[in-house]
């Protein structure tokens, strides 16, 4: 029932959808292009570190040992609001809001306290997001490349979780580092808010969503992606190929709902992608195919 749930909803959301364009409705929003290439954890890790590949494409993250990892949805949704104000503002300063409340109606999360509750696990997130680092490689035939990002240089929460509504005497903000800001600003990935809204609750659907889209954008032919790659790239963590299969099928439905277009094909070897118009098309973006396998 619950899954059933989940899919009535996402339907609700692209009635709405496919009433008017992401630009006109509001709702145009990027992604940065180096984690969707390869994607966070989706689940709480034990390392300090994680791998995802993607083709000749590798990203790491490491954590502070006293923090770890992020994971899940949260940071997911973090992350895009970080990316779409950093490319709307062309600034690294980012002011989160004059009060907690007024931010998580932002992420589509509705403010509840205590241990378990989403003011606790926002904070938690941030604070994994904010103070982790991230290292692309890229091997190639001739050529060996890389990048060492840290995501912020300074961040200041002054929000209280007892009384979110209530504005703070200093303002909420979070400083992107340079060279993370630079990575934003020359290659954001266009995504519709209203889809990262209606898929928020799954960070793999989250994945998929933007990878599609992206890779759509300088797609020109048939490509069958073998499920053991697509396997490092979305969800190393299963014990099994198959499991994986399984998992990122299940997800790939609840895409298939918010990007009618996507044109994919489930066979035996892997997904079969054929070229289709990316959900949001934009002609400034430009892609680095060099980086790109999967």
Known sequence: MKEVKSINNIISDVFAMEQEEAK????????????????????????????????????????????????G?????LMTWLTTEAVKTKSRELVLGDNLSDFMRELEMVPTGGRWGTITSLKNQMKRLFSCSISCTYTGKDENAGKNLFLVDDYHLWWSPKEPEQ???????????????????????????????????????????????????????????????????????????RDFKAAFIKHLKKVGLVYKKANVGIQDEGLLIKPSLTHIRNPQLKVNKKVIHA
Request: net charge positive; glycine share 4%.
């Open 167 to 241: 504005a703070a005497l200093f303002q909420s903000v979070v400083i992107l580092s340079q060279n993370f800001y630079n990575e934003i600003i020359h290659h954001p990935v266009p995504i519709d808010l209203r889809a990262i809204k209606a898929l928020r609750r799954s960070p793999m659907a989250l994945d998929i969503y933007c990878w599609l889209t992206y890779r759509n954008s300088y797609l020109k032919s048939h490509t069958l992606i073998p499920w053991e790659a697509l396997e490092l790239q979305f969800g190393a963590e299963y014990n099994r190929t």
């Open 24 to 71: 006109e409705a509001g709702a145009l929003a990027y992604m940065a292009r180096s984690l969707v290439q390869a994607t966070m954890p989706h689940s709480k890790q034990n390392k300090p570190y994680f791998v995802r590949k993607n083709g000749d494409f590798s990203l790491a993250i490491m954590a502070h040992p006293d923090v770890g990892l992020p994971y």
């Open 73 to 77: 949805s949260i940071p997911r949704l």
